[in-house]
């Protein structure tokens, strides 16, 4: 139970991580494997900004006077979790006008069909 | 049978993570750098949010390679669809008045909203690129709302380039005359947390603000248009 307390945003990160990779191994259709590419990038995001959390935290933004510096949290992932969320948008409007064209060619979305794959 | 093997795959990625995790203790401080900024984000660029002095001044070279990738993602975007052939004229229902106003009455509170974030963003919360997100939502509220609309796309690809060349011009200026390195805080930093502090921060977040959203509307009017 203390393990469950001490780790529960490493846990639901990698339970995302792991739905999302799940997703995108067993699903045949391909706007759910770009769903699942988007539930992966969430996991990831929400793991990066769990590793830089401090115990009883707050931002790190003086907006007011009397704000003690060292009771806030790592900057450095949350400046770089802002760039992954960018280019997540990024790689999804990619894989769906991808998505869009593959559909106009083949007529469907079935990764099967398209690769003439058995299983 | 693909999913078994899928789940035996993924157990053993888990066991595997289970083990690294045990060294990274939950809620402890780990980099030193992160304190470093903090301490002395303020004195240096006069911002008073350290992430946006992170992003911008610390690693704003990074925040460039960013921006890169989005737009080469547009580009990309774009040069997919551009063979499409464009379905004739669209079979444009007209949407009902009190959807058309409440549209007109909304979209420029949504825009000075995203205004107000990415002006604000070296004191509050946000930054250009949630601003930029907020305006490029204000054009999806119109090509949702007011379906017979559409968005200058000369003016808008205008406004991005001008937006992405202030950006690489600021830190050129900054490499030539602040420091020895691109994006160096030349101007005057003013008195911390107040509007005009900072130095280039804030001018640099404006630009930022409309190239992303410009170009998120450019996504939006590419795959509202051609598919």
Redesign the interface.
């Known amino acids: 139970m203390e393990f469950l307390s001490n780790y529960i945003y490493y846990i639901g990160a990698f339970g995302l991580i792991f739905i999302g990779l799940f997703i995108i191994l067993v699903k045949h259709n391909l706007i759910k494997v770009i769903i699942g590419i988007g539930i992966l990038d969430t996991g990831v995001n929400l793991f990066l900004i769990a590793v830089g959390y401090i115990s009883k935290g707050t931002a790190p933004i003086f907006s007011k006077a009397g704000l003690d510096a060292n009771n806030m949290v790592d900057p450095v992932p949350q400046a770089l979790v802002l760039t992954s969320i960018v280019i997540g948008v990024a790689i999804l409007a990619l894989a769906l006008s991808l998505a869009i064209r593959l559909y106009k060619h083949y007529g469907t979305l079935d990764l099967r069909k398209i690769k003439e794959q058995r299983w | 049978?693909?999913?078994i093997i899928?789940?035996i795959?993924?157990f053993i990625?888990?066991l595997g993570?289970v083990f690294c995790?045990q060294d990274?203790?939950?809620?402890?401080?780990?980099?030193k750098?992160?304190?470093y900024?903090?301490?002395n984000?303020?004195e240096e660029t006069g911002a008073?949010?350290?992430?946006t002095s992170?992003?911008l001044n610390y690693?704003g070279f990074?925040?460039l390679g960013?921006v890169t990738?989005?737009f080469?993602?547009?580009i990309?975007?774009g040069a997919?669809?551009a063979t499409?052939k464009k379905k004739g004229k669209r079979q444009i229902e007209p949407a009902s008045l009190i959807l058309k106003t409440g549209c007109r009455f909304l979209f420029p509170l949504i825009l000075l909203f995203g205004a107000y974030i990415f002006i604000h963003g070296h004191?509050?919360?946000g930054?250009g690129?949630q601003g930029g997100?907020i305006i490029a939502s204000a054009f999806l509220l119109v090509y949702l709302g007011c379906r017979e609309r559409k968005i200058n796309e000369v003016a808008n690809k205008i406004t991005e380039s001008i937006a992405g060349l202030v950006f690489i011009v600021m830190g050129l200026i900054g490499l030539t005359v602040g420091g020895h390195y691109f994006l160096s805080n030349f101007m005057p930093k003013g008195e911390?947390?107040t509007l005009f502090s900072s130095g280039i921060i804030p001018i640099i977040y404006i630009a930022i603000g409309f190239k992303?959203g410009s170009e998120?509307t450019g996504?939006i009017d590419?795959?509202m248009e051609?598919?």
């Open positions: 049978m693909k999913k899928s789940l795959l993924l990625i888990c993570i995790l990274i203790p939950f809620g402890a401080a780990k980099t750098v992160g304190h900024y903090i301490d984000g303020r008073t949010n350290i992430v992170v992003v690693r990074d925040t960013e990738i989005l080469l993602a547009a990309g975007l997919v669809l499409l004191l509050t919360p930054g690129f997100a911390i947390n992303v998120l996504i590419n795959l051609k598919s």
